[in-house]
Nanobody, 124 residues
Framework: VQLQASGGGLVQAGGSLRLSCAASGRTFSSYAMGWFRQAPGKEREFVASINWSGDSTYYADSVKGRFTISRDNAKNTMYLQMNSLKPEDTAVYYC??????????????????WGKGTQVTVSS
């Protein structure tokens, strides 16, 4: 599976962005997927995950109620809708996939495939 994240940019605090992660391969629907982020000088951290069918999701406490993860298996694409953005959301955001259909609060070393990151910058 090859993953390509897009949709990052510069936004003011309180604004919104939607990230997309396009995947190649016919087995997209069999993978659970997730979003991670890495801020300068910090470890990469879990943001959200979604199971193969899209009906089970998990979020980091820091983004609950503001971010929504979703997927469209017909389009081989996963999304992260980010609302009420804060300066502390500034980071490079990565999408990732794992060779299992079940989602959980993933750790980065447990993921099997990674996309290149997309920069999200939130100004105060």
């Amino acid at each position: 599976v090859q993953l390509q994240a897009s949709g990052g940019g510069l936004v003011q605090a309180g604004g919104s962005l939607r990230l997309s992660c396009a995947a190649s391969g016919r087995t997209f629907s069999s993978y659970a997927m997730g979003w991670f982020r890495q801020a300068p000088g910090k470890e990469r951290e879990f943001v959200a995950s979604i199971n193969w069918s899209g009906d089970s999701t998990y979020y980091a406490d820091s983004v609950k109620g503001r971010f929504t993860i979703s997927r469209d298996n017909a389009k081989n694409t996963m999304y992260l809708q980010m609302n009420s953005l804060k300066p502390e959301d500034t980071a490079v955001y990565y999408c990732a996939a794992v060779n299992q259909p079940i989602a959980t609060v993933f750790v980065d070393y447990g993921m099997d495939y990674w996309g290149k990151g997309t920069q999200v910058t939130v100004s105060s």
